[in-house]
């Protein structure tokens, strides 16, 4: 009886930290909050992946070369920007990160990004800031984004 007890109190608190978890993405990545933490917001168009280790060989980076379309927040002047992202393959070794943003060539998509160490950028929240052009409204597997709400996110940033 006692064990039963401790087992559904362990399942409780599991439960509980897994909503919790849940909740703190979702807030951290809504809107609102990337828009926040980014330094720039794209709409581009993928032209190239080229994937490389690191100097330990260790990891493998993908650098993603953008064609912008337009710079929804931030300043750059140049009309192709490298997004660097972890994960690729190199010849015939593979490496995949559950959380990292996945890019195809001549993908159309919205993007919130971070300055990187290296001239290059990183996605802000990771997957959660990558958005593509689906049935007219930009979405992610977090959430939709309809062309108003960009319309209005773009006026909100010129306040």
């Given at each position: 009886m006692k064990l039963k007890k401790n087992i559904n109190a362990i399942i409780v608190v599991l439960m509980f930290c897994f909503i919790s978890q849940n909740i703190?993405?979702?807030?951290?990545?809504?809107?609102?909050?990337?828009?926040?933490r980014a330094d720039i917001i794209i709409i581009g168009i993928v032209k190239k992946i080229e994937s490389q280790w690191n100097?330990?060989?260790?990891?493998?980076?993908?650098?993603v070369k953008i064609d912008l379309e337009e710079i929804i927040k931030g300043n750059y002047v140049q009309k192709e920007i490298t997004i660097r992202v972890l994960g690729g393959e190199v010849e015939d070794i593979g490496m995949e990160v559950s959380n990292s943003p996945k890019f195809k060539v001549n993908e159309h998509f919205?993007?919130?990004?971070?300055?990187?160490?290296?001239?290059?950028?990183?996605?802000?929240?990771?997957?959660?800031?990558?958005?593509i052009r689906?049935?007219?409204?930009?979405?992610?597997?977090?959430?939709?984004?309809?062309?108003?709400?960009?319309?209005?996110l773009k006026a909100n940033i010129l306040k």
């Open positions: 703190f993405s979702q807030e951290r990545n809504s809107l609102e909050n990337l828009t926040k100097k330990d060989k260790t990891r493998i980076w993908s650098f919205l993007c919130f990004l971070q300055k990187d160490s290296d001239n290059t950028f990183a996605v802000t929240g990771w997957e959660a800031g990558k958005y689906q049935n007219g409204l930009w979405q992610n597997k977090f959430a939709k984004i309809s062309n108003s709400k960009i319309i209005e």
